[in-house]
């Protein structure tokens, strides 16, 4: 029996001229998730994206939609018959129409009656129930793309794309937009996929996170296993700062100079350990250190250190105890935190 997920791709393959920009790609989204695909520029995320949506077509491999066959790299259904909605970082709002004209263009096969009616849903599901006699050129970047939401979900889409919708906005606006964006597809249960290049978006956006480099899917697991359990050392340091330790066998244990190192499967692994794993101390226990380099981040500072092996790790300091270049002290694990396995980068 075929899968009646919103969308499933299966071994995608995608070359431009002599690029391959999808390699043997496989993605799924169960119903009412929100899967955030997250890589490097040039990684392919918006390729595959755009194939999902019908703008592009595969080279090989299937696309599903609810179970539907949309594309098998030998026909292609159109975008306009697939069901789905696209939100892109351009607004693609129509200058000349009303925000209720233009959240109504996808539904205007309905009756005047159901089109006011969904209009007001929908200006109500993104928060602005105010501004339907407004024109685009009257409303802020924000609201402009949340706008643009409403439009796309008008129709009741079954799948949602978005494409880097965010990245014009400032920070502040994108961190408000987001939310605006989940609590939207949380109140019409609707499954989407999601581009970004901002590693902490994803995690805070996503049920789950797929991460792509070189066209190819690398992890996809929650949020928390991608951050704290990745499979190799790229997925480590691109989602967030991270130190790699050499992992020694010592009387039959795995070992670095912090301790013990649980679940190594492979010698070739090194150990992965974040910033907030680490800690100073005044204590005997800990390891020596000279700190290298500090950059002031706020809440905390954010300290390189080094070993006397000149192996350097990342270390969060408190912003009430600021470190300075040439410090010596000592550092070790946090209570309860671990060093993590992972493989080098191929």
Known sequence: MSSTRPVEVTNAMKRFGDTLALHDVGIRVDDAEILALVGPSGCGKSTLLRIVGGLESLDSGSVRLAGRLVDDGTTRLPP????????????????????????????????????????????????????????????????????????ALAPEPALMLFDEPFASLDRNLRVDLRRHVVDALRATGTAAVMVTHDQHEALAI???????????????????????????????????EASFLPIDQVDGTA????????????????????????????????????????????????????????????????????????????????????????????
């Open 80 to 151: 306009e018959r697939r069901g789905i909605g696209l939100v892109f970082q351009e607004h693609a709002l129509f200058p000349h129409l009303t925000v209720r004209s233009n959240v109504a263009f996808g539904i205007r096969d309905r009756s005047a009656v159901d089109q006011r009616r969904r209009v007001d849903e929908m200006l109500a599901v993104v928060s602005l129930p105010e501004l339907g006699d407004r024109y685009p050129h009257e409303l802020s970047g924000g609201e402009r793309q949340r706008i643009a939401l409403a439009r």
């Open 206 to 240: 996503g049920d789950r996170v797929a991460v792509m480099r070189s066209g190819r899917i690398v992890q996809t697991d929650t949020p928390s296993r991608v951050y704290h359990s990745p499979v190799d050392e790229f997925v480590a340091a691109f989602l967030d």
């Open 255 to 346: 070992s670095t100079v912090l301790g013990g190192v649980g679940g190594v499967t492979s010698p070739t692994q090194r150990a992965m350990v974040r910033p907030d794993d680490l800690e100073f101390t005044d204590a005997d226990t800990g390891i020596d250190v000279e700190v290298t380099a500090v950059e002031y981040r706020g809440m905390h500072w954010f300290a390189e250190v080094g070993l006397h092996d000149g192996t350097t790790m990342r270390a969060l300091a408190s912003h009430l105890h600021p470190p300075r270049v040439g410090d010596r002290g000592r550092i070790r694990l946090v209570a309860g935190h671990a060093q993590v396995p992972v493989e080098p980068v191929d």
